[in-house]
């Protein structure tokens, strides 16, 4: 059957309208029509921003050197939410006041040496993070892992891991193995940053002995899974009860800077619970010194580095 110049034109234009968001066929004349219908505009670009930027892509700028020479500070990072599973707002914006929260599918799992963006479960001894922030490391462990490093040399379950392309140290010294540092992770731990070890990354269902040598490794580990922990004579009381055992309730990962003299990372504040992973960064695309401010428009130029601009995060 054959169409004639007309019909086609018609089709054509059907076509084209259909592709629009809508066909405006009442006009707003008003005041108050032409505010109502910004208002309107403007909040479903809110909505689709609200969903890109929570459930698909997002942009994180990095504020430290703990990932460098794979990551700079400065760095403007477009960072990919929807492989782990995309999460509803976990705060309010601009706020550290925090916000139930649920999660899409994932598209993957978290892997061994994928960089990750994560929201930092807190310093050694806090059970949460005072403020609401976003952490960047490389995953070095995954759930029922053992960890140990050796003079800066890593082991995963008794084999040596492989090196990112950019790790690096800012210093010759490695710490001897019989020097402890106050500062690690777990307390009283007999560790430090160079020799660590050995550890089993936490996984769901595993099982902890609580003894006067083990207790002071996990108290605030149990604190963060929610429970109400007492310090008694005779033993530990975990929410009322007394216990010799504790079964872990979630899967836990050991994040590490690339830049390893230089990170506060996993060995300093322990591990990082799975579910608080954000995504992965994917390349830079903007990078500059953040340091400068924005009224200072000529230096920002002049610190603009090209050719970090898409660079790929490996």
């Known amino acids: 059957m054959e169409m004639n110049i007309n019909d086609k034109n018609n089709t054509w234009r059907k076509f084209i309208n259909f592709l629009r968001w809508k066909k405006e066929i009442n006009p707003p004349k008003t005041f108050k029509e032409k505010f109502l219908y910004q208002v309107k505009e403007w909040g479903i670009v ?20 703990s990932m460098e020479n794979e990551v700079m500070t400065g760095d403007f990072l477009l960072v990919n939410k929807f492989i782990y599973g995309g999460t509803s707002p976990r705060n309010i914006m ?31 001894d806090e059970v949460k993070s005072e403020a609401f922030t976003y952490y960047l490391k490389r995953c070095l462990a995954l759930p029922k892992d053992t960890l140990q490093i050796i003079n800066r040399a890593i082991y995963l379950n008794g084999a040596p891991a492989n090196l990112p392309r950019h790790v690096n140290f ?16 777990p307390p009283t731990s007999p560790f430090n940053e ?29 604190k963060r899974e929610g429970h109400k922990v007492e310090f008694q004579e005779n033993g530990l009381l975990i929410d009322g009860v007394f216990k010799n055992e504790y079964s872990v309730e979630q899967d836990y990962l050991f994040g590490i800077g690339d830049n390893r003299d ?48 898409g660079t790929i995060i490996k």
Do not use: C, H
């Open 194 to 222: 160079d020799n660590y070890g050995p550890i089993v990354i936490p996984f769901k269902g595993m099982k902890i002995n609580l003894d006067n040598q083990t207790i002071p490794y996990w108290v605030t580990f149990i």
């Open 94 to 124: 601009f706020t550290d006041v925090r916000l139930p929260w649920f999660k899409i599918p994932k598209f993957r799992e978290v892997e061994r040496n994928d960089v990750i963006v994560f929201e930092f479960p807190g310093n050694r």
């Open 46 to 65: 809110l909505v689709l921003f609200l969903i890109l930027n929570n459930f698909l892509i997002a942009s994180f700028v990095v504020p430290t050197g």
């Open 262 to 309: 230089n990170s506060l990372d996993s060995r300093y504040w322990g591990f990082i619970p799975k579910e608080n992973l954000v995504g992965t960064p994917m390349f830079v695309y903007w990078s500059w010194d953040t340091n400068l401010p924005l009224t200072n428009i000529f230096g920002k130029l002049e610190s603009l580095r090209l050719d970090r601009v």
């Open 170 to 185: 800012n210093s010759q010294n490695i710490l001897p193995n019989n020097y402890s540092d106050s500062r690690i992770f």
